[in-house]
């Protein structure tokens, strides 16, 4: 707070709605300056709105922010049916993708030069790694078949290893652990599809990234994803926690690869109206909301 009082600034805006945004809500206050906050999914999980000291920060926060955005509309949806009182000024604003930086990365072949399927998220249970693992153990197991390359890592590792173990998976899938944000275009340019099995989502970034490097995406149809995603036409969308159906989506992408390759030439389409420049106009048209004396010249770079 004594920094924030040091830099005078005509505006405090938060990301997710937790602990920290109730004490940047308190030092705005006390500063008698306007607060935003963003909610972008994993802090309106069950578990952190059944906590009481949580949920009353949360309420507190969203009490003395000016105005509240959501990354999707499902998630202002379950802000909105948790915390009544903030439907009047909240507001949806999406992410954005930087097309520029997935345009510089080439291809990376994932696994000396065999095909392979690519998922990407934290290695926590909401993002369903271990339901792609058994739909893609399902899957033929053929000299050509492609392997799964998962990208990221977490507390579930090891029960995801052990996973692996038994539907004896050790040789066709690879968990690469946290790679770098170039590492993982190259790993998207390169794939056959994209797989985002989540159990909960708040917007699906994932999504845009790999549209940006026309590669189809199979998702579960739960929160921003089935927004995003129009099934058959960008994508497919599957029911969460639904083993048999991701089992035969897959199936169809790899025995018909010029479909993959049309939804991901769609999704690139898709992605290009909804680069980060519409997202920086959103919050910027927000901000003279709040705040009219704000000066704002141009868009930051």
Not at 59 to 69: F, G, N, Y
Not at 230 to 253: A, D, I, R
Request: proline share 5%; with cysteine; hydrophobic share 50%.
């Amino acid at each position: 707070m004594i920094r924030l009082g040091r830099w005078r600034p005509d505006l405090v805006h938060a990301h997710f709605l937790s602990e920290g945004a109730f004490c940047a809500a308190l030092a705005a206050a006390v500063l008698r300056i306007p607060f935003v906050v963003t909610i972008h999914g994993s802090d309106m999980g069950a578990a952190h709105l059944a906590r009481t000291h949580s949920r009353m920060m949360m309420r507190s926060a969203l009490a003395l922010s000016r105005r509240v955005t959501a990354v999707s509309t499902p998630l202002l949806e379950s802000l909105c049916a948790a915390f009544p009182a903030s439907i009047r000024k909240a507001v949806v604003i999406g992410n954005g993708v930087d097309l520029s930086f997935f345009d510089r990365v080439t291809a990376s072949a994932g696994s000396e030069g065999q095909r392979y399927i690519l998922s990407v998220g934290n290695l926590v249970g909401a993002k369903g790694h271990d339901v792609l693992l058994e739909a893609f153990g399902r899957l033929p197991a053929a000299a050509t078949a492609p392997r799964l390359l998962i990208a990221g890592d977490g507390p579930e590792r090891a029960k995801l290893e052990a996973r692996m173990a038994r539907l004896c998976l050790n040789d066709r899938v690879s968990l690469l652990g946290i790679v770098t944000s170039e590492r993982i275009a190259a790993l998207m340019h390169g794939c056959e599809f994209v797989v985002v099995p989540s159990r909960s989502e708040g917007f699906g970034l994932v999504v845009l990234e790999a549209w940006a490097c026309r590669r189809a995406v199979i998702a579960t149809a739960v929160g921003g994803l089935g927004e995003l995603i129009e099934h058959g036409v960008n994508g497919l969308l599957v029911p969460p926690e639904e083993v048999e159906s991701l089992v035969t989506t897959m199936g169809y992408l790899l025995r018909n690869p010029a479909v993959a390759s049309a939804m991901g030439a769609m999704g690139r389409r898709e992605a290009e109206t909804r680069d980060w420049s519409g997202a920086v106009s959103a919050y910027l048209r927000l901000y003279r909301d709040c705040c009219p004396a704000l000066p704002l010249v141009g868009h930051p770079t």
